[in-house]
């Protein structure tokens, strides 16, 4: 089993800077692929970003050139660098980790922390 708790969510003002930061313990030691998803209220979750064990990152349209994801093996944690927010990216952003290099094929999920950006 694998264990993710995130941290670094809350509220800010359009335009502002968060980092979320999501901790992995527990078996992780074939941990590959690594992101972040988000679900807003009414809506499905999205894909946000997503990095596999070797650097490799993919974003969704609608953060790229403001959100950088990044991971620090040797600290088990996983970062979501968010700049120029909107109020359309508040939502719940979870954090996820699979075995695999393919983030969809069952994942481990974290709680979730919230992100509030006000107009």
């Known amino acids: 089993q694998v264990q993710l708790v995130e941290s670094g969510g809350g509220l800010v003002q359009a335009g502002g800077s968060l980092r979320l930061s999501c901790v992995a313990s527990g078996s992780i030691v074939s941990i590959n692929a690594m992101g972040w998803y988000r679900q807003a209220p009414g809506k499905q979750r999205e894909l946000v970003a997503k990095i596999t064990s070797g650097g490799n990152t993919n974003y969704a349209d609608s953060v790229k050139g403001r959100f950088t994801i990044s991971r620090v093996n040797a600290k088990n944690t996983l970062y979501l660098q968010m700049n120029s927010l909107k109020p359309e990216d508040t939502a719940v952003y979870y954090c996820?980790?699979?075995?695999?290099?393919?983030?969809?094929?069952?994942?481990?999920w974290g709680q979730g922390t919230q992100v509030t950006v006000s107009s």
């Open positions: 996820a980790a699979t075995r695999t290099s393919i983030l969809a094929i069952n994942p481990y």
